[in-house]
């Protein structure tokens, strides 16, 4: 098998294949935009965290049906943050009613939607706002919840990902949980979960902090308690400086808290780990055609065919992502350039090479011109799922590599999908 491709190893640098296939190759065949994803990638981010008994993945990263099932096979469960999710988990074969349960939806309200599928198809539920109670126990009397908890701090890599804290509307706050197990007991409805996720991003300083006060939750909760949820925010290292966590430790910690509970109570406590970006974040790939080269006074422009429509999180957080050039034509120039990349979006916040707060910035790239190809990488999470039709742009297509195969897991939205339902709008009469 061949060495795991670390983002670090190929950021600013000439990338000519992806598992074993030729990138101009794939693009030839399957366009530009596209996204790309390395199976094998996942497959060692799952055996990474072997050590958790249950791993649920937070599907709203990557929520591809052949990517859910991909994690299937590999014994991961899911959580569902909407019917939508919770329809993807059932369509993939994923179990409702096994125990733990496969399926979990974890959410601060109930919209009409949800609540219907969820009653539909017995979802356990994980609540994040005491309203949620009296409104799970009228579709689902006698339920077993989870309750998800605010413990009154958080962190996250930015303040759009921080989850705890006060300025979070994330979960029931630290001090609403007695009432809300006083509510959930007259209910009719039995508190067996634990749930806490406070931002994306977490370090083991933190986390002893959240192990802290989970433990101080469950003993609230007492002996109905089955399971606690670490939540996600495993961190993954998209550029040079950054930090991956220590897995052993962080393990260490939670299994200590587990152990202790399990003790007091008198049976097991499962752990539950809920990472969306740490499974599918560094399999993904946008593969985008460079169509034009430019200067603006002293700044060098690379513009791609790919924009914030494709992938929003830098425009959205200021994200890094970690980039390379696949060149198609002769290469005239073996120096890098520090250059400015943007999309094709009229709007000039469409720019991948920003900071926080839209801080336009360059990136030392390999010389390219027209027709060689930018990779943008770490892009399996909050990439296609955060996709739109801004300026009326078709979603792109999906492919993954695998075993070295190729499968099309979404064909691309054609230019006459986005216009179909609002033309037959337009012919229909309303009076
Ligand atoms: C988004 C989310 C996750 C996953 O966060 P990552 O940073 O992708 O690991 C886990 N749990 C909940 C409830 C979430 O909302």
Redesign the pocket.
């Known amino acids: 098998m061949k060495d795991k491709m670390i983002a670090t190893q190929y950021d600013g640098k000439v990338l000519t294949e992806i598992a074993g296939f030729s990138i101009s190759q794939l693009v030839a065949e399957h366009g530009s935009p596209v996204y790309l994803y390395d199976a094998e990638t996942i497959r060692q981010r799952c055996r990474d965290l072997q050590m958790f008994e249950t791993v649920?993945f937070?599907q709203?990263?990557c929520s591809n049906l052949s990517i859910l099932a991909l994690l299937k096979e590999q014994g991961i469960v899911v959580?569902a943050?909407s019917a939508g999710e919770v329809l993807r988990a059932l369509a993939v074969g994923y179990s409702a009613t096994s125990d733990p349960p496969e399926i979990v939806y974890?959410s601060d309200i109930f919209d009409r939607d949800a609540l219907q599928v969820v009653a539909e198809h017995h979802i356990h539920c994980?609540l994040?706002s005491p309203d949620m109670i009296p409104q799970l126990a009228e579709v689902q009397p006698g339920a077993e919840i989870t309750l998800?908890i605010n413990p009154g701090f958080g962190h996250g890599h930015s303040q759009k990902?921080n989850?705890g804290g006060p300025q979070s509307k994330?979960g029931i706050w630290h001090e609403q949980l007695p009432s809300c197990l006083a509510q959930a007991k007259a209910c009719g409805l039995k508190v067996v979960g634990l749930?806490m996720?406070i931002?994306?991003?977490?370090d083991l300083e933190h986390l002893a902090q959240v192990c802290e006060a989970m433990e101080r939750c469950a003993r609230l909760v007492g002996p109905t308690l089955k399971t606690i949820?670490a939540?996600?925010?495993?961190?993954t290292v998209y550029r040079a400086g950054q930090q991956g966590m220590d897995l052993a430790q962080y393990h260490r910690l939670w299994d200590e808290v587990r152990n202790r509970l399990a003790a007091d109570f008198g049976h097991p406590i499962g752990l539950e780990l809920?990472?969306?970006?740490?499974?599918v974040?560094e399999s993904g790939y946008l593969l985008t055609e460079i169509r034009a080269v430019k200067k603006m006074g002293d700044n060098l422009f690379y513009l791609v065919d790919a924009g914030f429509n494709n992938l929003a999180r830098p425009i959205l957080y200021g994200a890094y992502h970690p980039m390379a050039i696949c060149p198609v034509g002769q290469r005239t120039s073996n120096t890098n350039h520090d250059v400015v990349v943007g999309g094709p979006l009229c709007e000039s916040g469409d720019i991948f090479t920003q900071e926080d707060g839209g801080v336009v910035s360059r990136r030392s790239l390999p010389a390219a011109q027209v027709g060689d190809l930018l990779v943008i990488g770490c892009t399996g999470?909050?990439g296609a799922v955060m996709a739109s039709n801004y300026n009326s742009k078709p979603l792109a297509a999906e492919i993954m590599l695998d075993r070295g195969e190729l499968r099309i897991i979404r064909h691309k939205q054609t230019l006459e999908d986005l216009i179909a339902n609002e033309r037959s709008a337009l012919e229909t009469v309303t009076r």
């Open positions: 649920r937070a709203k990263a959580d943050v974890t994980n994040g998800r990902t989850t994330h749930h996720h931002g994306s991003g977490t949820s939540g996600g925010g495993l961190p809920e990472p969306g970006r740490y499974l974040a999470a909050y």
